[in-house]
């Protein structure tokens, strides 16, 4: 007879082969659906903290696949960085934490020399602000995609340093700093636009990094940008114009991108209604290059939405519909952030007249009303609150759980 210590281990090694044999190989078209290790709902590539490449990638193919799209925030300083993952955290969303040109700027500091050609401040702001949201981003339990806002052409030396840094950091980590950057040519030609995104995405698709690019024009005005005057034929893009970008940016190897079509959106915030939103432009463009393509995938378009501040909700749904994963939520946040501050001002504001002196008598001291943190957190419990219903709207509440 064998050893009894053999016999256990054999009996255990047999146990634990049965145990292998009965778990069944994982389906990978299910895989997709959910079942992650961190999100049930999630694939298993999408972790905590920020989301780039290969990760990126499946989380906007589920959000499609869901009908949801990625709520995407503008943030100027660590504390709406942290409104954002707040409200991520509170109501089980992913997020995009993006900044544009004028916030990054504001990050790093308005005083800092931001010379046209290399535009510094904006890139030391963009890049401080990517490892402030890597460095708190996953002790808030959510996946978050690091994004940069529109960049004009002549913001091109913003998006050539944030490039930079990425390359730089890949080189360290295997992934770069940012997920994905914006791209936002729509002044330009369309033949210059298509071939400057190509450019830069085949510098991109080495780092796994994503390009959004835009596409017609968004009307109204945002951080610096005016399209007030454009004429209304331009508000929608074509779908053949939709087609050449598509076609253009897949040709190239490894390359993720999304596009910023223009279907009658307006940035700012307008009253409801004021603005045509047409989103069955985007549902007409799927259609027409998935016949080009000959695939079998409905909405093989990852679309974004900009200038949605305002916008009535059943577009949105439409356009959630038609393969929206990603919609830009700035204007509304910024009133609700000051909002908070308001309300605490009104409430408090006798004891907001003076460091010393308010009803309860003239020597006592007002400290604990003017510390930035007790009215900065007023604030960001206005803007968490505003967020919870954009995330609803959305249809992105509730998916990490």
Not at 6 to 22: E, F, P, S, T, Y
Not at 102 to 131: D, Y
Not at 165 to 177: F, H, V
Not at 214 to 231: A, F, M, R
Request: proline content about 5%; overall charge neutral; some cysteine.
């Amino acid at each position: 007879g064998k050893s009894p210590m053999l016999r256990i281990a054999l009996l255990a090694l047999l146990a634990a082969a049965a145990v292998d044999a009965a778990v069944p190989m994982s389906n990978p078209v299910l895989r997709m659906r959910g079942g992650g290790k961190s999100f049930p709902k999630l694939p298993d590539s999408v972790k905590p903290g920020v989301v780039t490449g290969k990760a990126l990638k499946e989380l906007l193919a589920t959000a499609k696949e869901h009908g949801y799209a990625i709520p995407a925030v503008n943030c100027v300083t660590s504390s709406s960085v942290n409104q954002v993952l707040e409200a991520a955290a509170k109501y089980q969303s992913p997020v995009m934490i993006q900044f544009s040109n004028g916030g990054s700027q504001f990050m790093a500091g308005k005083s800092l020399p931001n010379s046209k050609e290399g535009l510094e401040a904006c890139v030391l702001g963009a890049v401080a602000g990517a490892h402030y949201v890597r460095n708190v981003a996953k002790a808030y339990g959510v996946p978050v995609v690091l994004h940069s806002d529109h960049c004009a052409k002549k913001l091109l030396p913003w998006f050539d340093g944030m490039l930079a840094a990425d390359e730089e950091y890949y080189k360290k980590n295997g992934e770069p700093l940012f997920s994905s950057h914006m791209l936002d040519l729509s002044e330009e030609p369309l033949k210059e636009n298509i071939e400057t995104c190509v450019k830069y995405m085949e510098r991109m698709a080495k780092i796994d990094c994503l390009l959004e690019m835009e596409l017609g024009i968004t009307g109204g005005e945002e951080d610096g940008v005016n399209n007030e005057h454009v004429d209304n034929a331009s508000m929608y893009s074509q779908p053949d114009e939709i087609w050449q970008v598509y076609k253009a940016l897949a040709a190239i190897k490894n390359s993720q991108f999304t596009i910023a079509a223009a279907f009658g959106n307006v940035h700012g915030v307008y009253k409801a209604g004021n603005v045509v939103l047409r989103p069955e432009i985007l549902g007409n463009a799927q259609t027409y290059i998935k016949e080009q393509l000959k695939c079998k995938e409905d909405k093989p378009v990852n679309f974004v939405f900009h200038g949605g501040s305002g916008s009535e909700k059943d577009k949105i749904e439409l356009a959630l519909k038609n393969g929206v994963i990603k919609m830009n939520i700035d204007t509304d946040i910024q009133w609700a952030a000051w909002d908070g501050i308001r309300k605490f001002e009104a409430k408090n504001h006798d004891y907001l007249q003076g460091q010393i002196g308010n009803p309860e008598g003239p020597e006592k001291p007002n400290k604990k009303f003017y510390d930035p943190r007790v009215w900065l957190r007023a604030s960001e419990q206005s803007a968490v609150e505003r967020l919870g219903e954009a995330f609803a709207d959305l249809k992105s509440t509730n998916q990490l759980q």
